[in-house]
């Protein structure tokens, strides 16, 4: 399968500390993008990342991508309680059309 | 300024009574997408529309449907929904097909089956 599996499956840290979630997928890929769910929404796009990209920066966000070991990491640094949430990656498998999502990440933020 | 709006938010049905769920969008973005999420689990897609090019995945069910009569709307028909249909049902938009482009989603419908 070419979904992604993002570890851990849950994470609880204090607000203020930094949250990371790791990702890894099983065939090339072209782009990797994270999103993040709130309880019982939808998908919100947080950041992409191309397979010629290792790392890029959005505020509070930090992603890496290391196509040699077929994964990806991200970071949530000064974590607030707003950032409680589930966070997803999705890879295209080199497909360049289609998104596959993993299972994701429970992160909670404790005040 | 809602930009994927989907209709209703929870919706119940009867076994076996056929349903559908709408999705409109603000964004005139050329694909729809629509998922099916269960709980704690990966939104799954099921179909998807390139402007008027209906692309359905080989492991949906034939029990769902999908219209697409304009750019704006896109419904999602489940003819004789089943217990294990219970789900959430996301639609999302992309500007173009290729993953390059970010997919904005709506906020979910949540369908129960009794």
């Known amino acids: 399968s070419q979904q992604g599996e993002e570890d851990p499956q849950a994470l609880s840290i204090q607000e203020g500390e930094n949250a990371t979630m790791n990702c890894s997928y099983k065939t090339s890929i072209n782009n990797l993008q994270w999103y993040r769910q709130n309880s019982g929404r939808g998908l919100v796009h947080l950041i992409l990342?191309?397979?010629?990209?290792r790392e890029k920066h959005s505020g509070r966000l930090r992603v890496t991508l290391d196509t040699s070991k077929k994964s990806s990491s991200l970071l949530i640094t000064a974590s607030r309680a707003a950032d409680t949430a589930s966070y997803f990656c999705?890879?295209?498998?080199?497909?360049?059309?289609?998104?596959?999502f993993g299972k994701g990440t429970l992160l909670t933020v404790n005040p | 300024d809602a930009m994927v709006i989907q209709n209703p938010r929870y919706q119940v049905t009867q076994f076996g009574k056929p349903v559908t769920l709408s999705c409109s969008q603000t964004l005139n973005h050329n694909v729809m997408y629509w998922y099916q999420q269960k709980s704690s689990q990966a939104p799954k897609l099921l179909f998807h529309?390139?402007?008027?090019?209906?692309?359905n995945e080989a492991d949906t069910p034939d029990n769902f449907q999908s219209r697409r009569p304009n750019t704006s709307f896109c419904f999602l028909d489940i003819r004789s929904p089943g217990l294990g249909d219970a789900a959430m049902y996301l639609c999302a938009t992309s500007r173009d097909r290729t993953t390059t482009y970010e997919q904005y989603f709506g906020p979910g419908t949540r369908l129960t089956v009794t």
């Open positions: 990342i191309r397979s010629n990209e």
């Open positions: 999705a890879t295209d498998g080199g497909s360049n059309y289609k998104l596959t």
């Open positions: 529309y390139y402007d008027k090019d209906f692309n």
